[in-house]
Nanobody, 126 residues
Framework: QVQMVESGGGLVQAGGSLRLACTTS????????MAWFRRAPGKEREFVAS????????YYADSAKGRFTISRDNEQNTIYLQMNSLKPEDTATYYCAARPGSLFIGSFHDYDYDFWGQGTQIAVSS
């Protein structure tokens, strides 16, 4: 079983920045495609960004393009989401997700991911 722990959430003013991290407990040779999703109050969970194992493929939701950057440190089994120019509509619980394998390069669909963290909350005040 893979355990994933997110960190870095909090309260920030509009226009501010936060960096989320997600650390995965796994074998050192395990390879995963990783992603960030979010769920705003009263809304469905939605895709934010994904990154392939080799970092060669990154996908972003339209709402994240130009403001968010996904990255990873495979030696630390950690992915990051740098969020800049935050808006009140970015308020949500952010989840990291993982799917084993080096050939899977990413997906917008939550059902394509096998493992999930518990989430970290972001609140952006106007």
């Amino acid at each position: 079983q893979v355990q994933m722990v997110e960190s870095g959430g909090g309260l920030v003013q509009a226009g501010g920045s936060l960096r989320l991290a997600c650390t995965t407990s796994t074998r050192t040779d395990a390879k995963f495609c990783m992603a960030w999703f979010r769920r705003a109050p009263g809304k469905e969970r939605e895709f934010v960004a994904s990154i392939s194992w080799d970092r060669g493929t990154k996908y972003y939701a339209d709402s994240a393009k130009g403001r968010f950057t996904i990255s990873r440190d495979n030696e630390q089994n950690t992915i990051y989401l740098q969020m800049n120019s935050l808006k009140p509509e970015d308020t949500a619980t952010y989840y990291c997700a993982a799917r084993p394998g080096s050939l899977f390069i990413g997906s917008f669909h939550d059902y394509d991911y096998d493992f999930w963290g518990q989430g970290t909350q972001i609140a952006v005040s106007s």
